[in-house]
Structures are given as C-alpha cells and as structure tokens.
C-alpha cells in the first residue's frame, strides 16, 4: 500500500503557471512510476505525465514543451511544473505511483486546478 497527497492546485489565469506537489509514502525503485493524470468533468482521465525511478520521462503531447515532471528523492516528492496554462488545463489532477509498467498503482485524491481569467 501506498499513500500520495497532491497539493499545489487553485485558481490560475490564462498563461500563468503552477507547481502541484505529489507526496508517496514510499521510496521510489527503478522500475517504479510516478505519474500525473487528469480528469475533466465529463472526460475519462488521461496520462499528463510520468517519471521513472530511473529518471526517464514521458509526457502527452498536449502538455510537451509546457509541463515539466521531476522529483525529489530525498523527500518522496513527484512535481508537475505547469507553464503557460490554457482553459483546457482546467481538470482534477491525480498523482499516482506503480510498482512498475503492468501495475494500476495507487492514487492520491487528486488536486483541483482552474484556469480561467
């Protein structure tokens, strides 16, 4: 068992930037993933973006070049840097950490963010 808490969300206008925080009760392993998905009202949630526990990275292409995914070993801590934020951002963000590539991991309760002039 695993267990995340998101933070970082809020009230943003269009072209601003936010910094959600994802803390996970455990260590990350090489064949660990930490990822950031979203979910609109009346949308299934889709993959933002993702981290190994070997530092790679993968992101949507819809947020490439805008959002920057990293983490903090030290501190059991995932971070989405949001640049350049559009109203089509505006979704419930969710942390969530897998074992590895098969596992459905665990989920954090997620972190509304709104960007809206």
């Known amino acids: 068992q695993v267990q995340l808490v998101e933070s970082g969300g809020g009230l943003v206008q269009p072209g601003g930037s936010l910094r959600l925080s994802c803390v996970y009760s455990?260590?990350?392993?090489?064949?660990?993933?930490v990822g950031w998905y979203r979910q609109a009202p009346g949308k299934q949630r889709e993959l933002v973006a993702r981290?190994?526990?070997?530092?790679?990275?993968d992101y949507a292409d819809f947020v490439k070049g805008r959002f920057t995914i990293s983490r903090d070993d030290a501190k059991n801590t995932a971070y989405l840097q949001m640049n350049s934020l559009k109203p089509e951002d505006t979704a419930v963000y969710y942390c969530?950490?897998?074992?590895?590539?098969?596992?459905?991991?665990?989920w954090g309760q997620g972190t509304q963010v709104t960007v809206s002039s």
């Open positions: 969530n950490y897998a074992v590895n590539r098969f596992d459905s991991g665990f």
């Open positions: 455990r260590s990350m392993f090489n064949n660990n993933i």
């Open positions: 981290i190994t526990g070997g530092g790679d990275t």
